[in-house]
């Protein structure tokens, strides 16, 4: 019988809700919350010995320490397995799941088994990894899907204890990792281009070789009618946040955005701005923020009546290795906030 360790938010812990959202880290004895499901569907084979129960907003905000601690934890109990979520469709949980899987498999050489839904932003920040030992696996949005994500996780976890290999994800199930395993091929590269081409004119099923993201396409907005008349908004993906970082933007993978106040200010000034972003120097931007968001340009094209007026608030967001699924999240929301509150355009600065 092997040892298994499970990993979960307060909520799935039985803890509480966003009011519980700040507990560290802590170990609790066998099996709770949806591991208890989970132990019937391994049945023999394994024994949660112990759950580790950590707060979503405290793992947010405390990304290495929330890390470091979990990983002392489990090592307590020395297991030879770790199993995370499922998280489904909660973004937060998710992240913190992929997250915890690659901290434990690095340090302890273990396998890790997580689950969520394939939109969730823990699947790109796991996939960025590229970890040979950690797998997830797909499930439905909401907790609905419970006992299917339970049995799936469980039978991969059964057969990485029986030290079996684990094929393709394709043939498993689990969701692609991104990683690429050199084979030996009975027919040559040319040969199987061939045989692909000519079921996709027979309009017979085939598989790819080397799968590709299929963006959407995005119409662009009509040219506003009268610019003079115009309520401008401005939006940035330059982490530019208020001196302190008030609401806790992380340098990548971010999952928050947020408006802040511009009324009463010229331009944006030193020592009152800083930016919170791994992909670039944010020491240029914290001398002079109106590199992220140029105040004092606007207000001069708003005072010479290039369009009507500036919305008082700015958007922002952290860009850097952003998933696009969680990014395409943000943008809904804040163009509905955008709409709701009467803005006309936007004006979107580079970084």
Request: proline content about 6%.
């Amino acid at each position: 019988m092997f040892k298994v360790v499970h990993f979960l938010n307060q909520f799935f812990g039985g803890i509480g809700g966003e009011e519980k959202a700040h507990i560290a880290p802590e170990l609790r004895e066998g099996a709770v919350g949806p591991a208890k499901g989970l132990q019937l569907q391994l049945g023999d084979e394994a024994k949660i010995e112990a759950s580790v129960l950590c707060g979503d907003n405290f793992f947010a905000e405390n990304g290495e320490e929330a890390k470091a601690r979990t990983v002392e934890l489990v090592k307590k109990v020395r297991p030879q397995l770790l199993m995370a979520g499922p998280a489904f469709d909660s973004g937060r949980y998710g992240f913190a799941c992929a997250e915890v899987c690659q901290a434990v498999s690095t340090s302890m050489s273990i396998p890790c088994v997580t689950a969520m839904h394939p939109e969730n932003p823990g699947v790109d920040a796991s996939r960025s990894y590229k970890n040979l030992s950690v797998y997830v696996i797909p499930t439905a949005e909401s907790v609905a899907g419970m006992p299917d994500a339970l049995r799936k996780m469980a039978a991969l976890a059964k057969r990485l204890a029986a030290g079996e290999a684990i094929g393709p994800a394709l043939e498993e199930g689990y969701l692609p990792r991104g990683i690429r395993r050199d084979e030996i091929a009975e027919k040559t590269a040319a040969e199987r281009a061939l045989e692909m081409l000519l079921a996709k004119l027979s309009s017979k099923p085939f598989v790819t070789e080397i799968p590709w993201l299929r963006w959407a396409r995005v119409a662009p907005a009509k040219p506003l009618p009268d610019l003079t008349k115009a309520t401008i908004a401005v939006a940035t993906t330059s982490g530019l946040v208020p001196w302190g970082n008030p609401d806790q933007f992380w340098a990548r993978r971010n999952t928050k955005w947020a408006k802040y106040a511009l009324a009463g200010h010229d331009s944006m000034e030193k020592g009152k701005w800083e930016a919170v972003h791994s992909g670039y120097n944010t020491a240029v931007v914290g001398e002079n923020p109106n590199y992220a968001v140029p105040l004092d340009a606007i207000r001069e094209l708003e005072a010479s009546g290039a369009f009507g007026s500036l919305y008082p608030y700015y958007y922002s967001t952290t860009g850097g290795q952003g998933a696009p699924q969680v990014m395409e999240k943000m943008a809904r929301e804040m163009s509905q906030d955008m709409k709701s509150a009467g803005v006309d355009g936007v004006l979107l600065v580079a970084t």
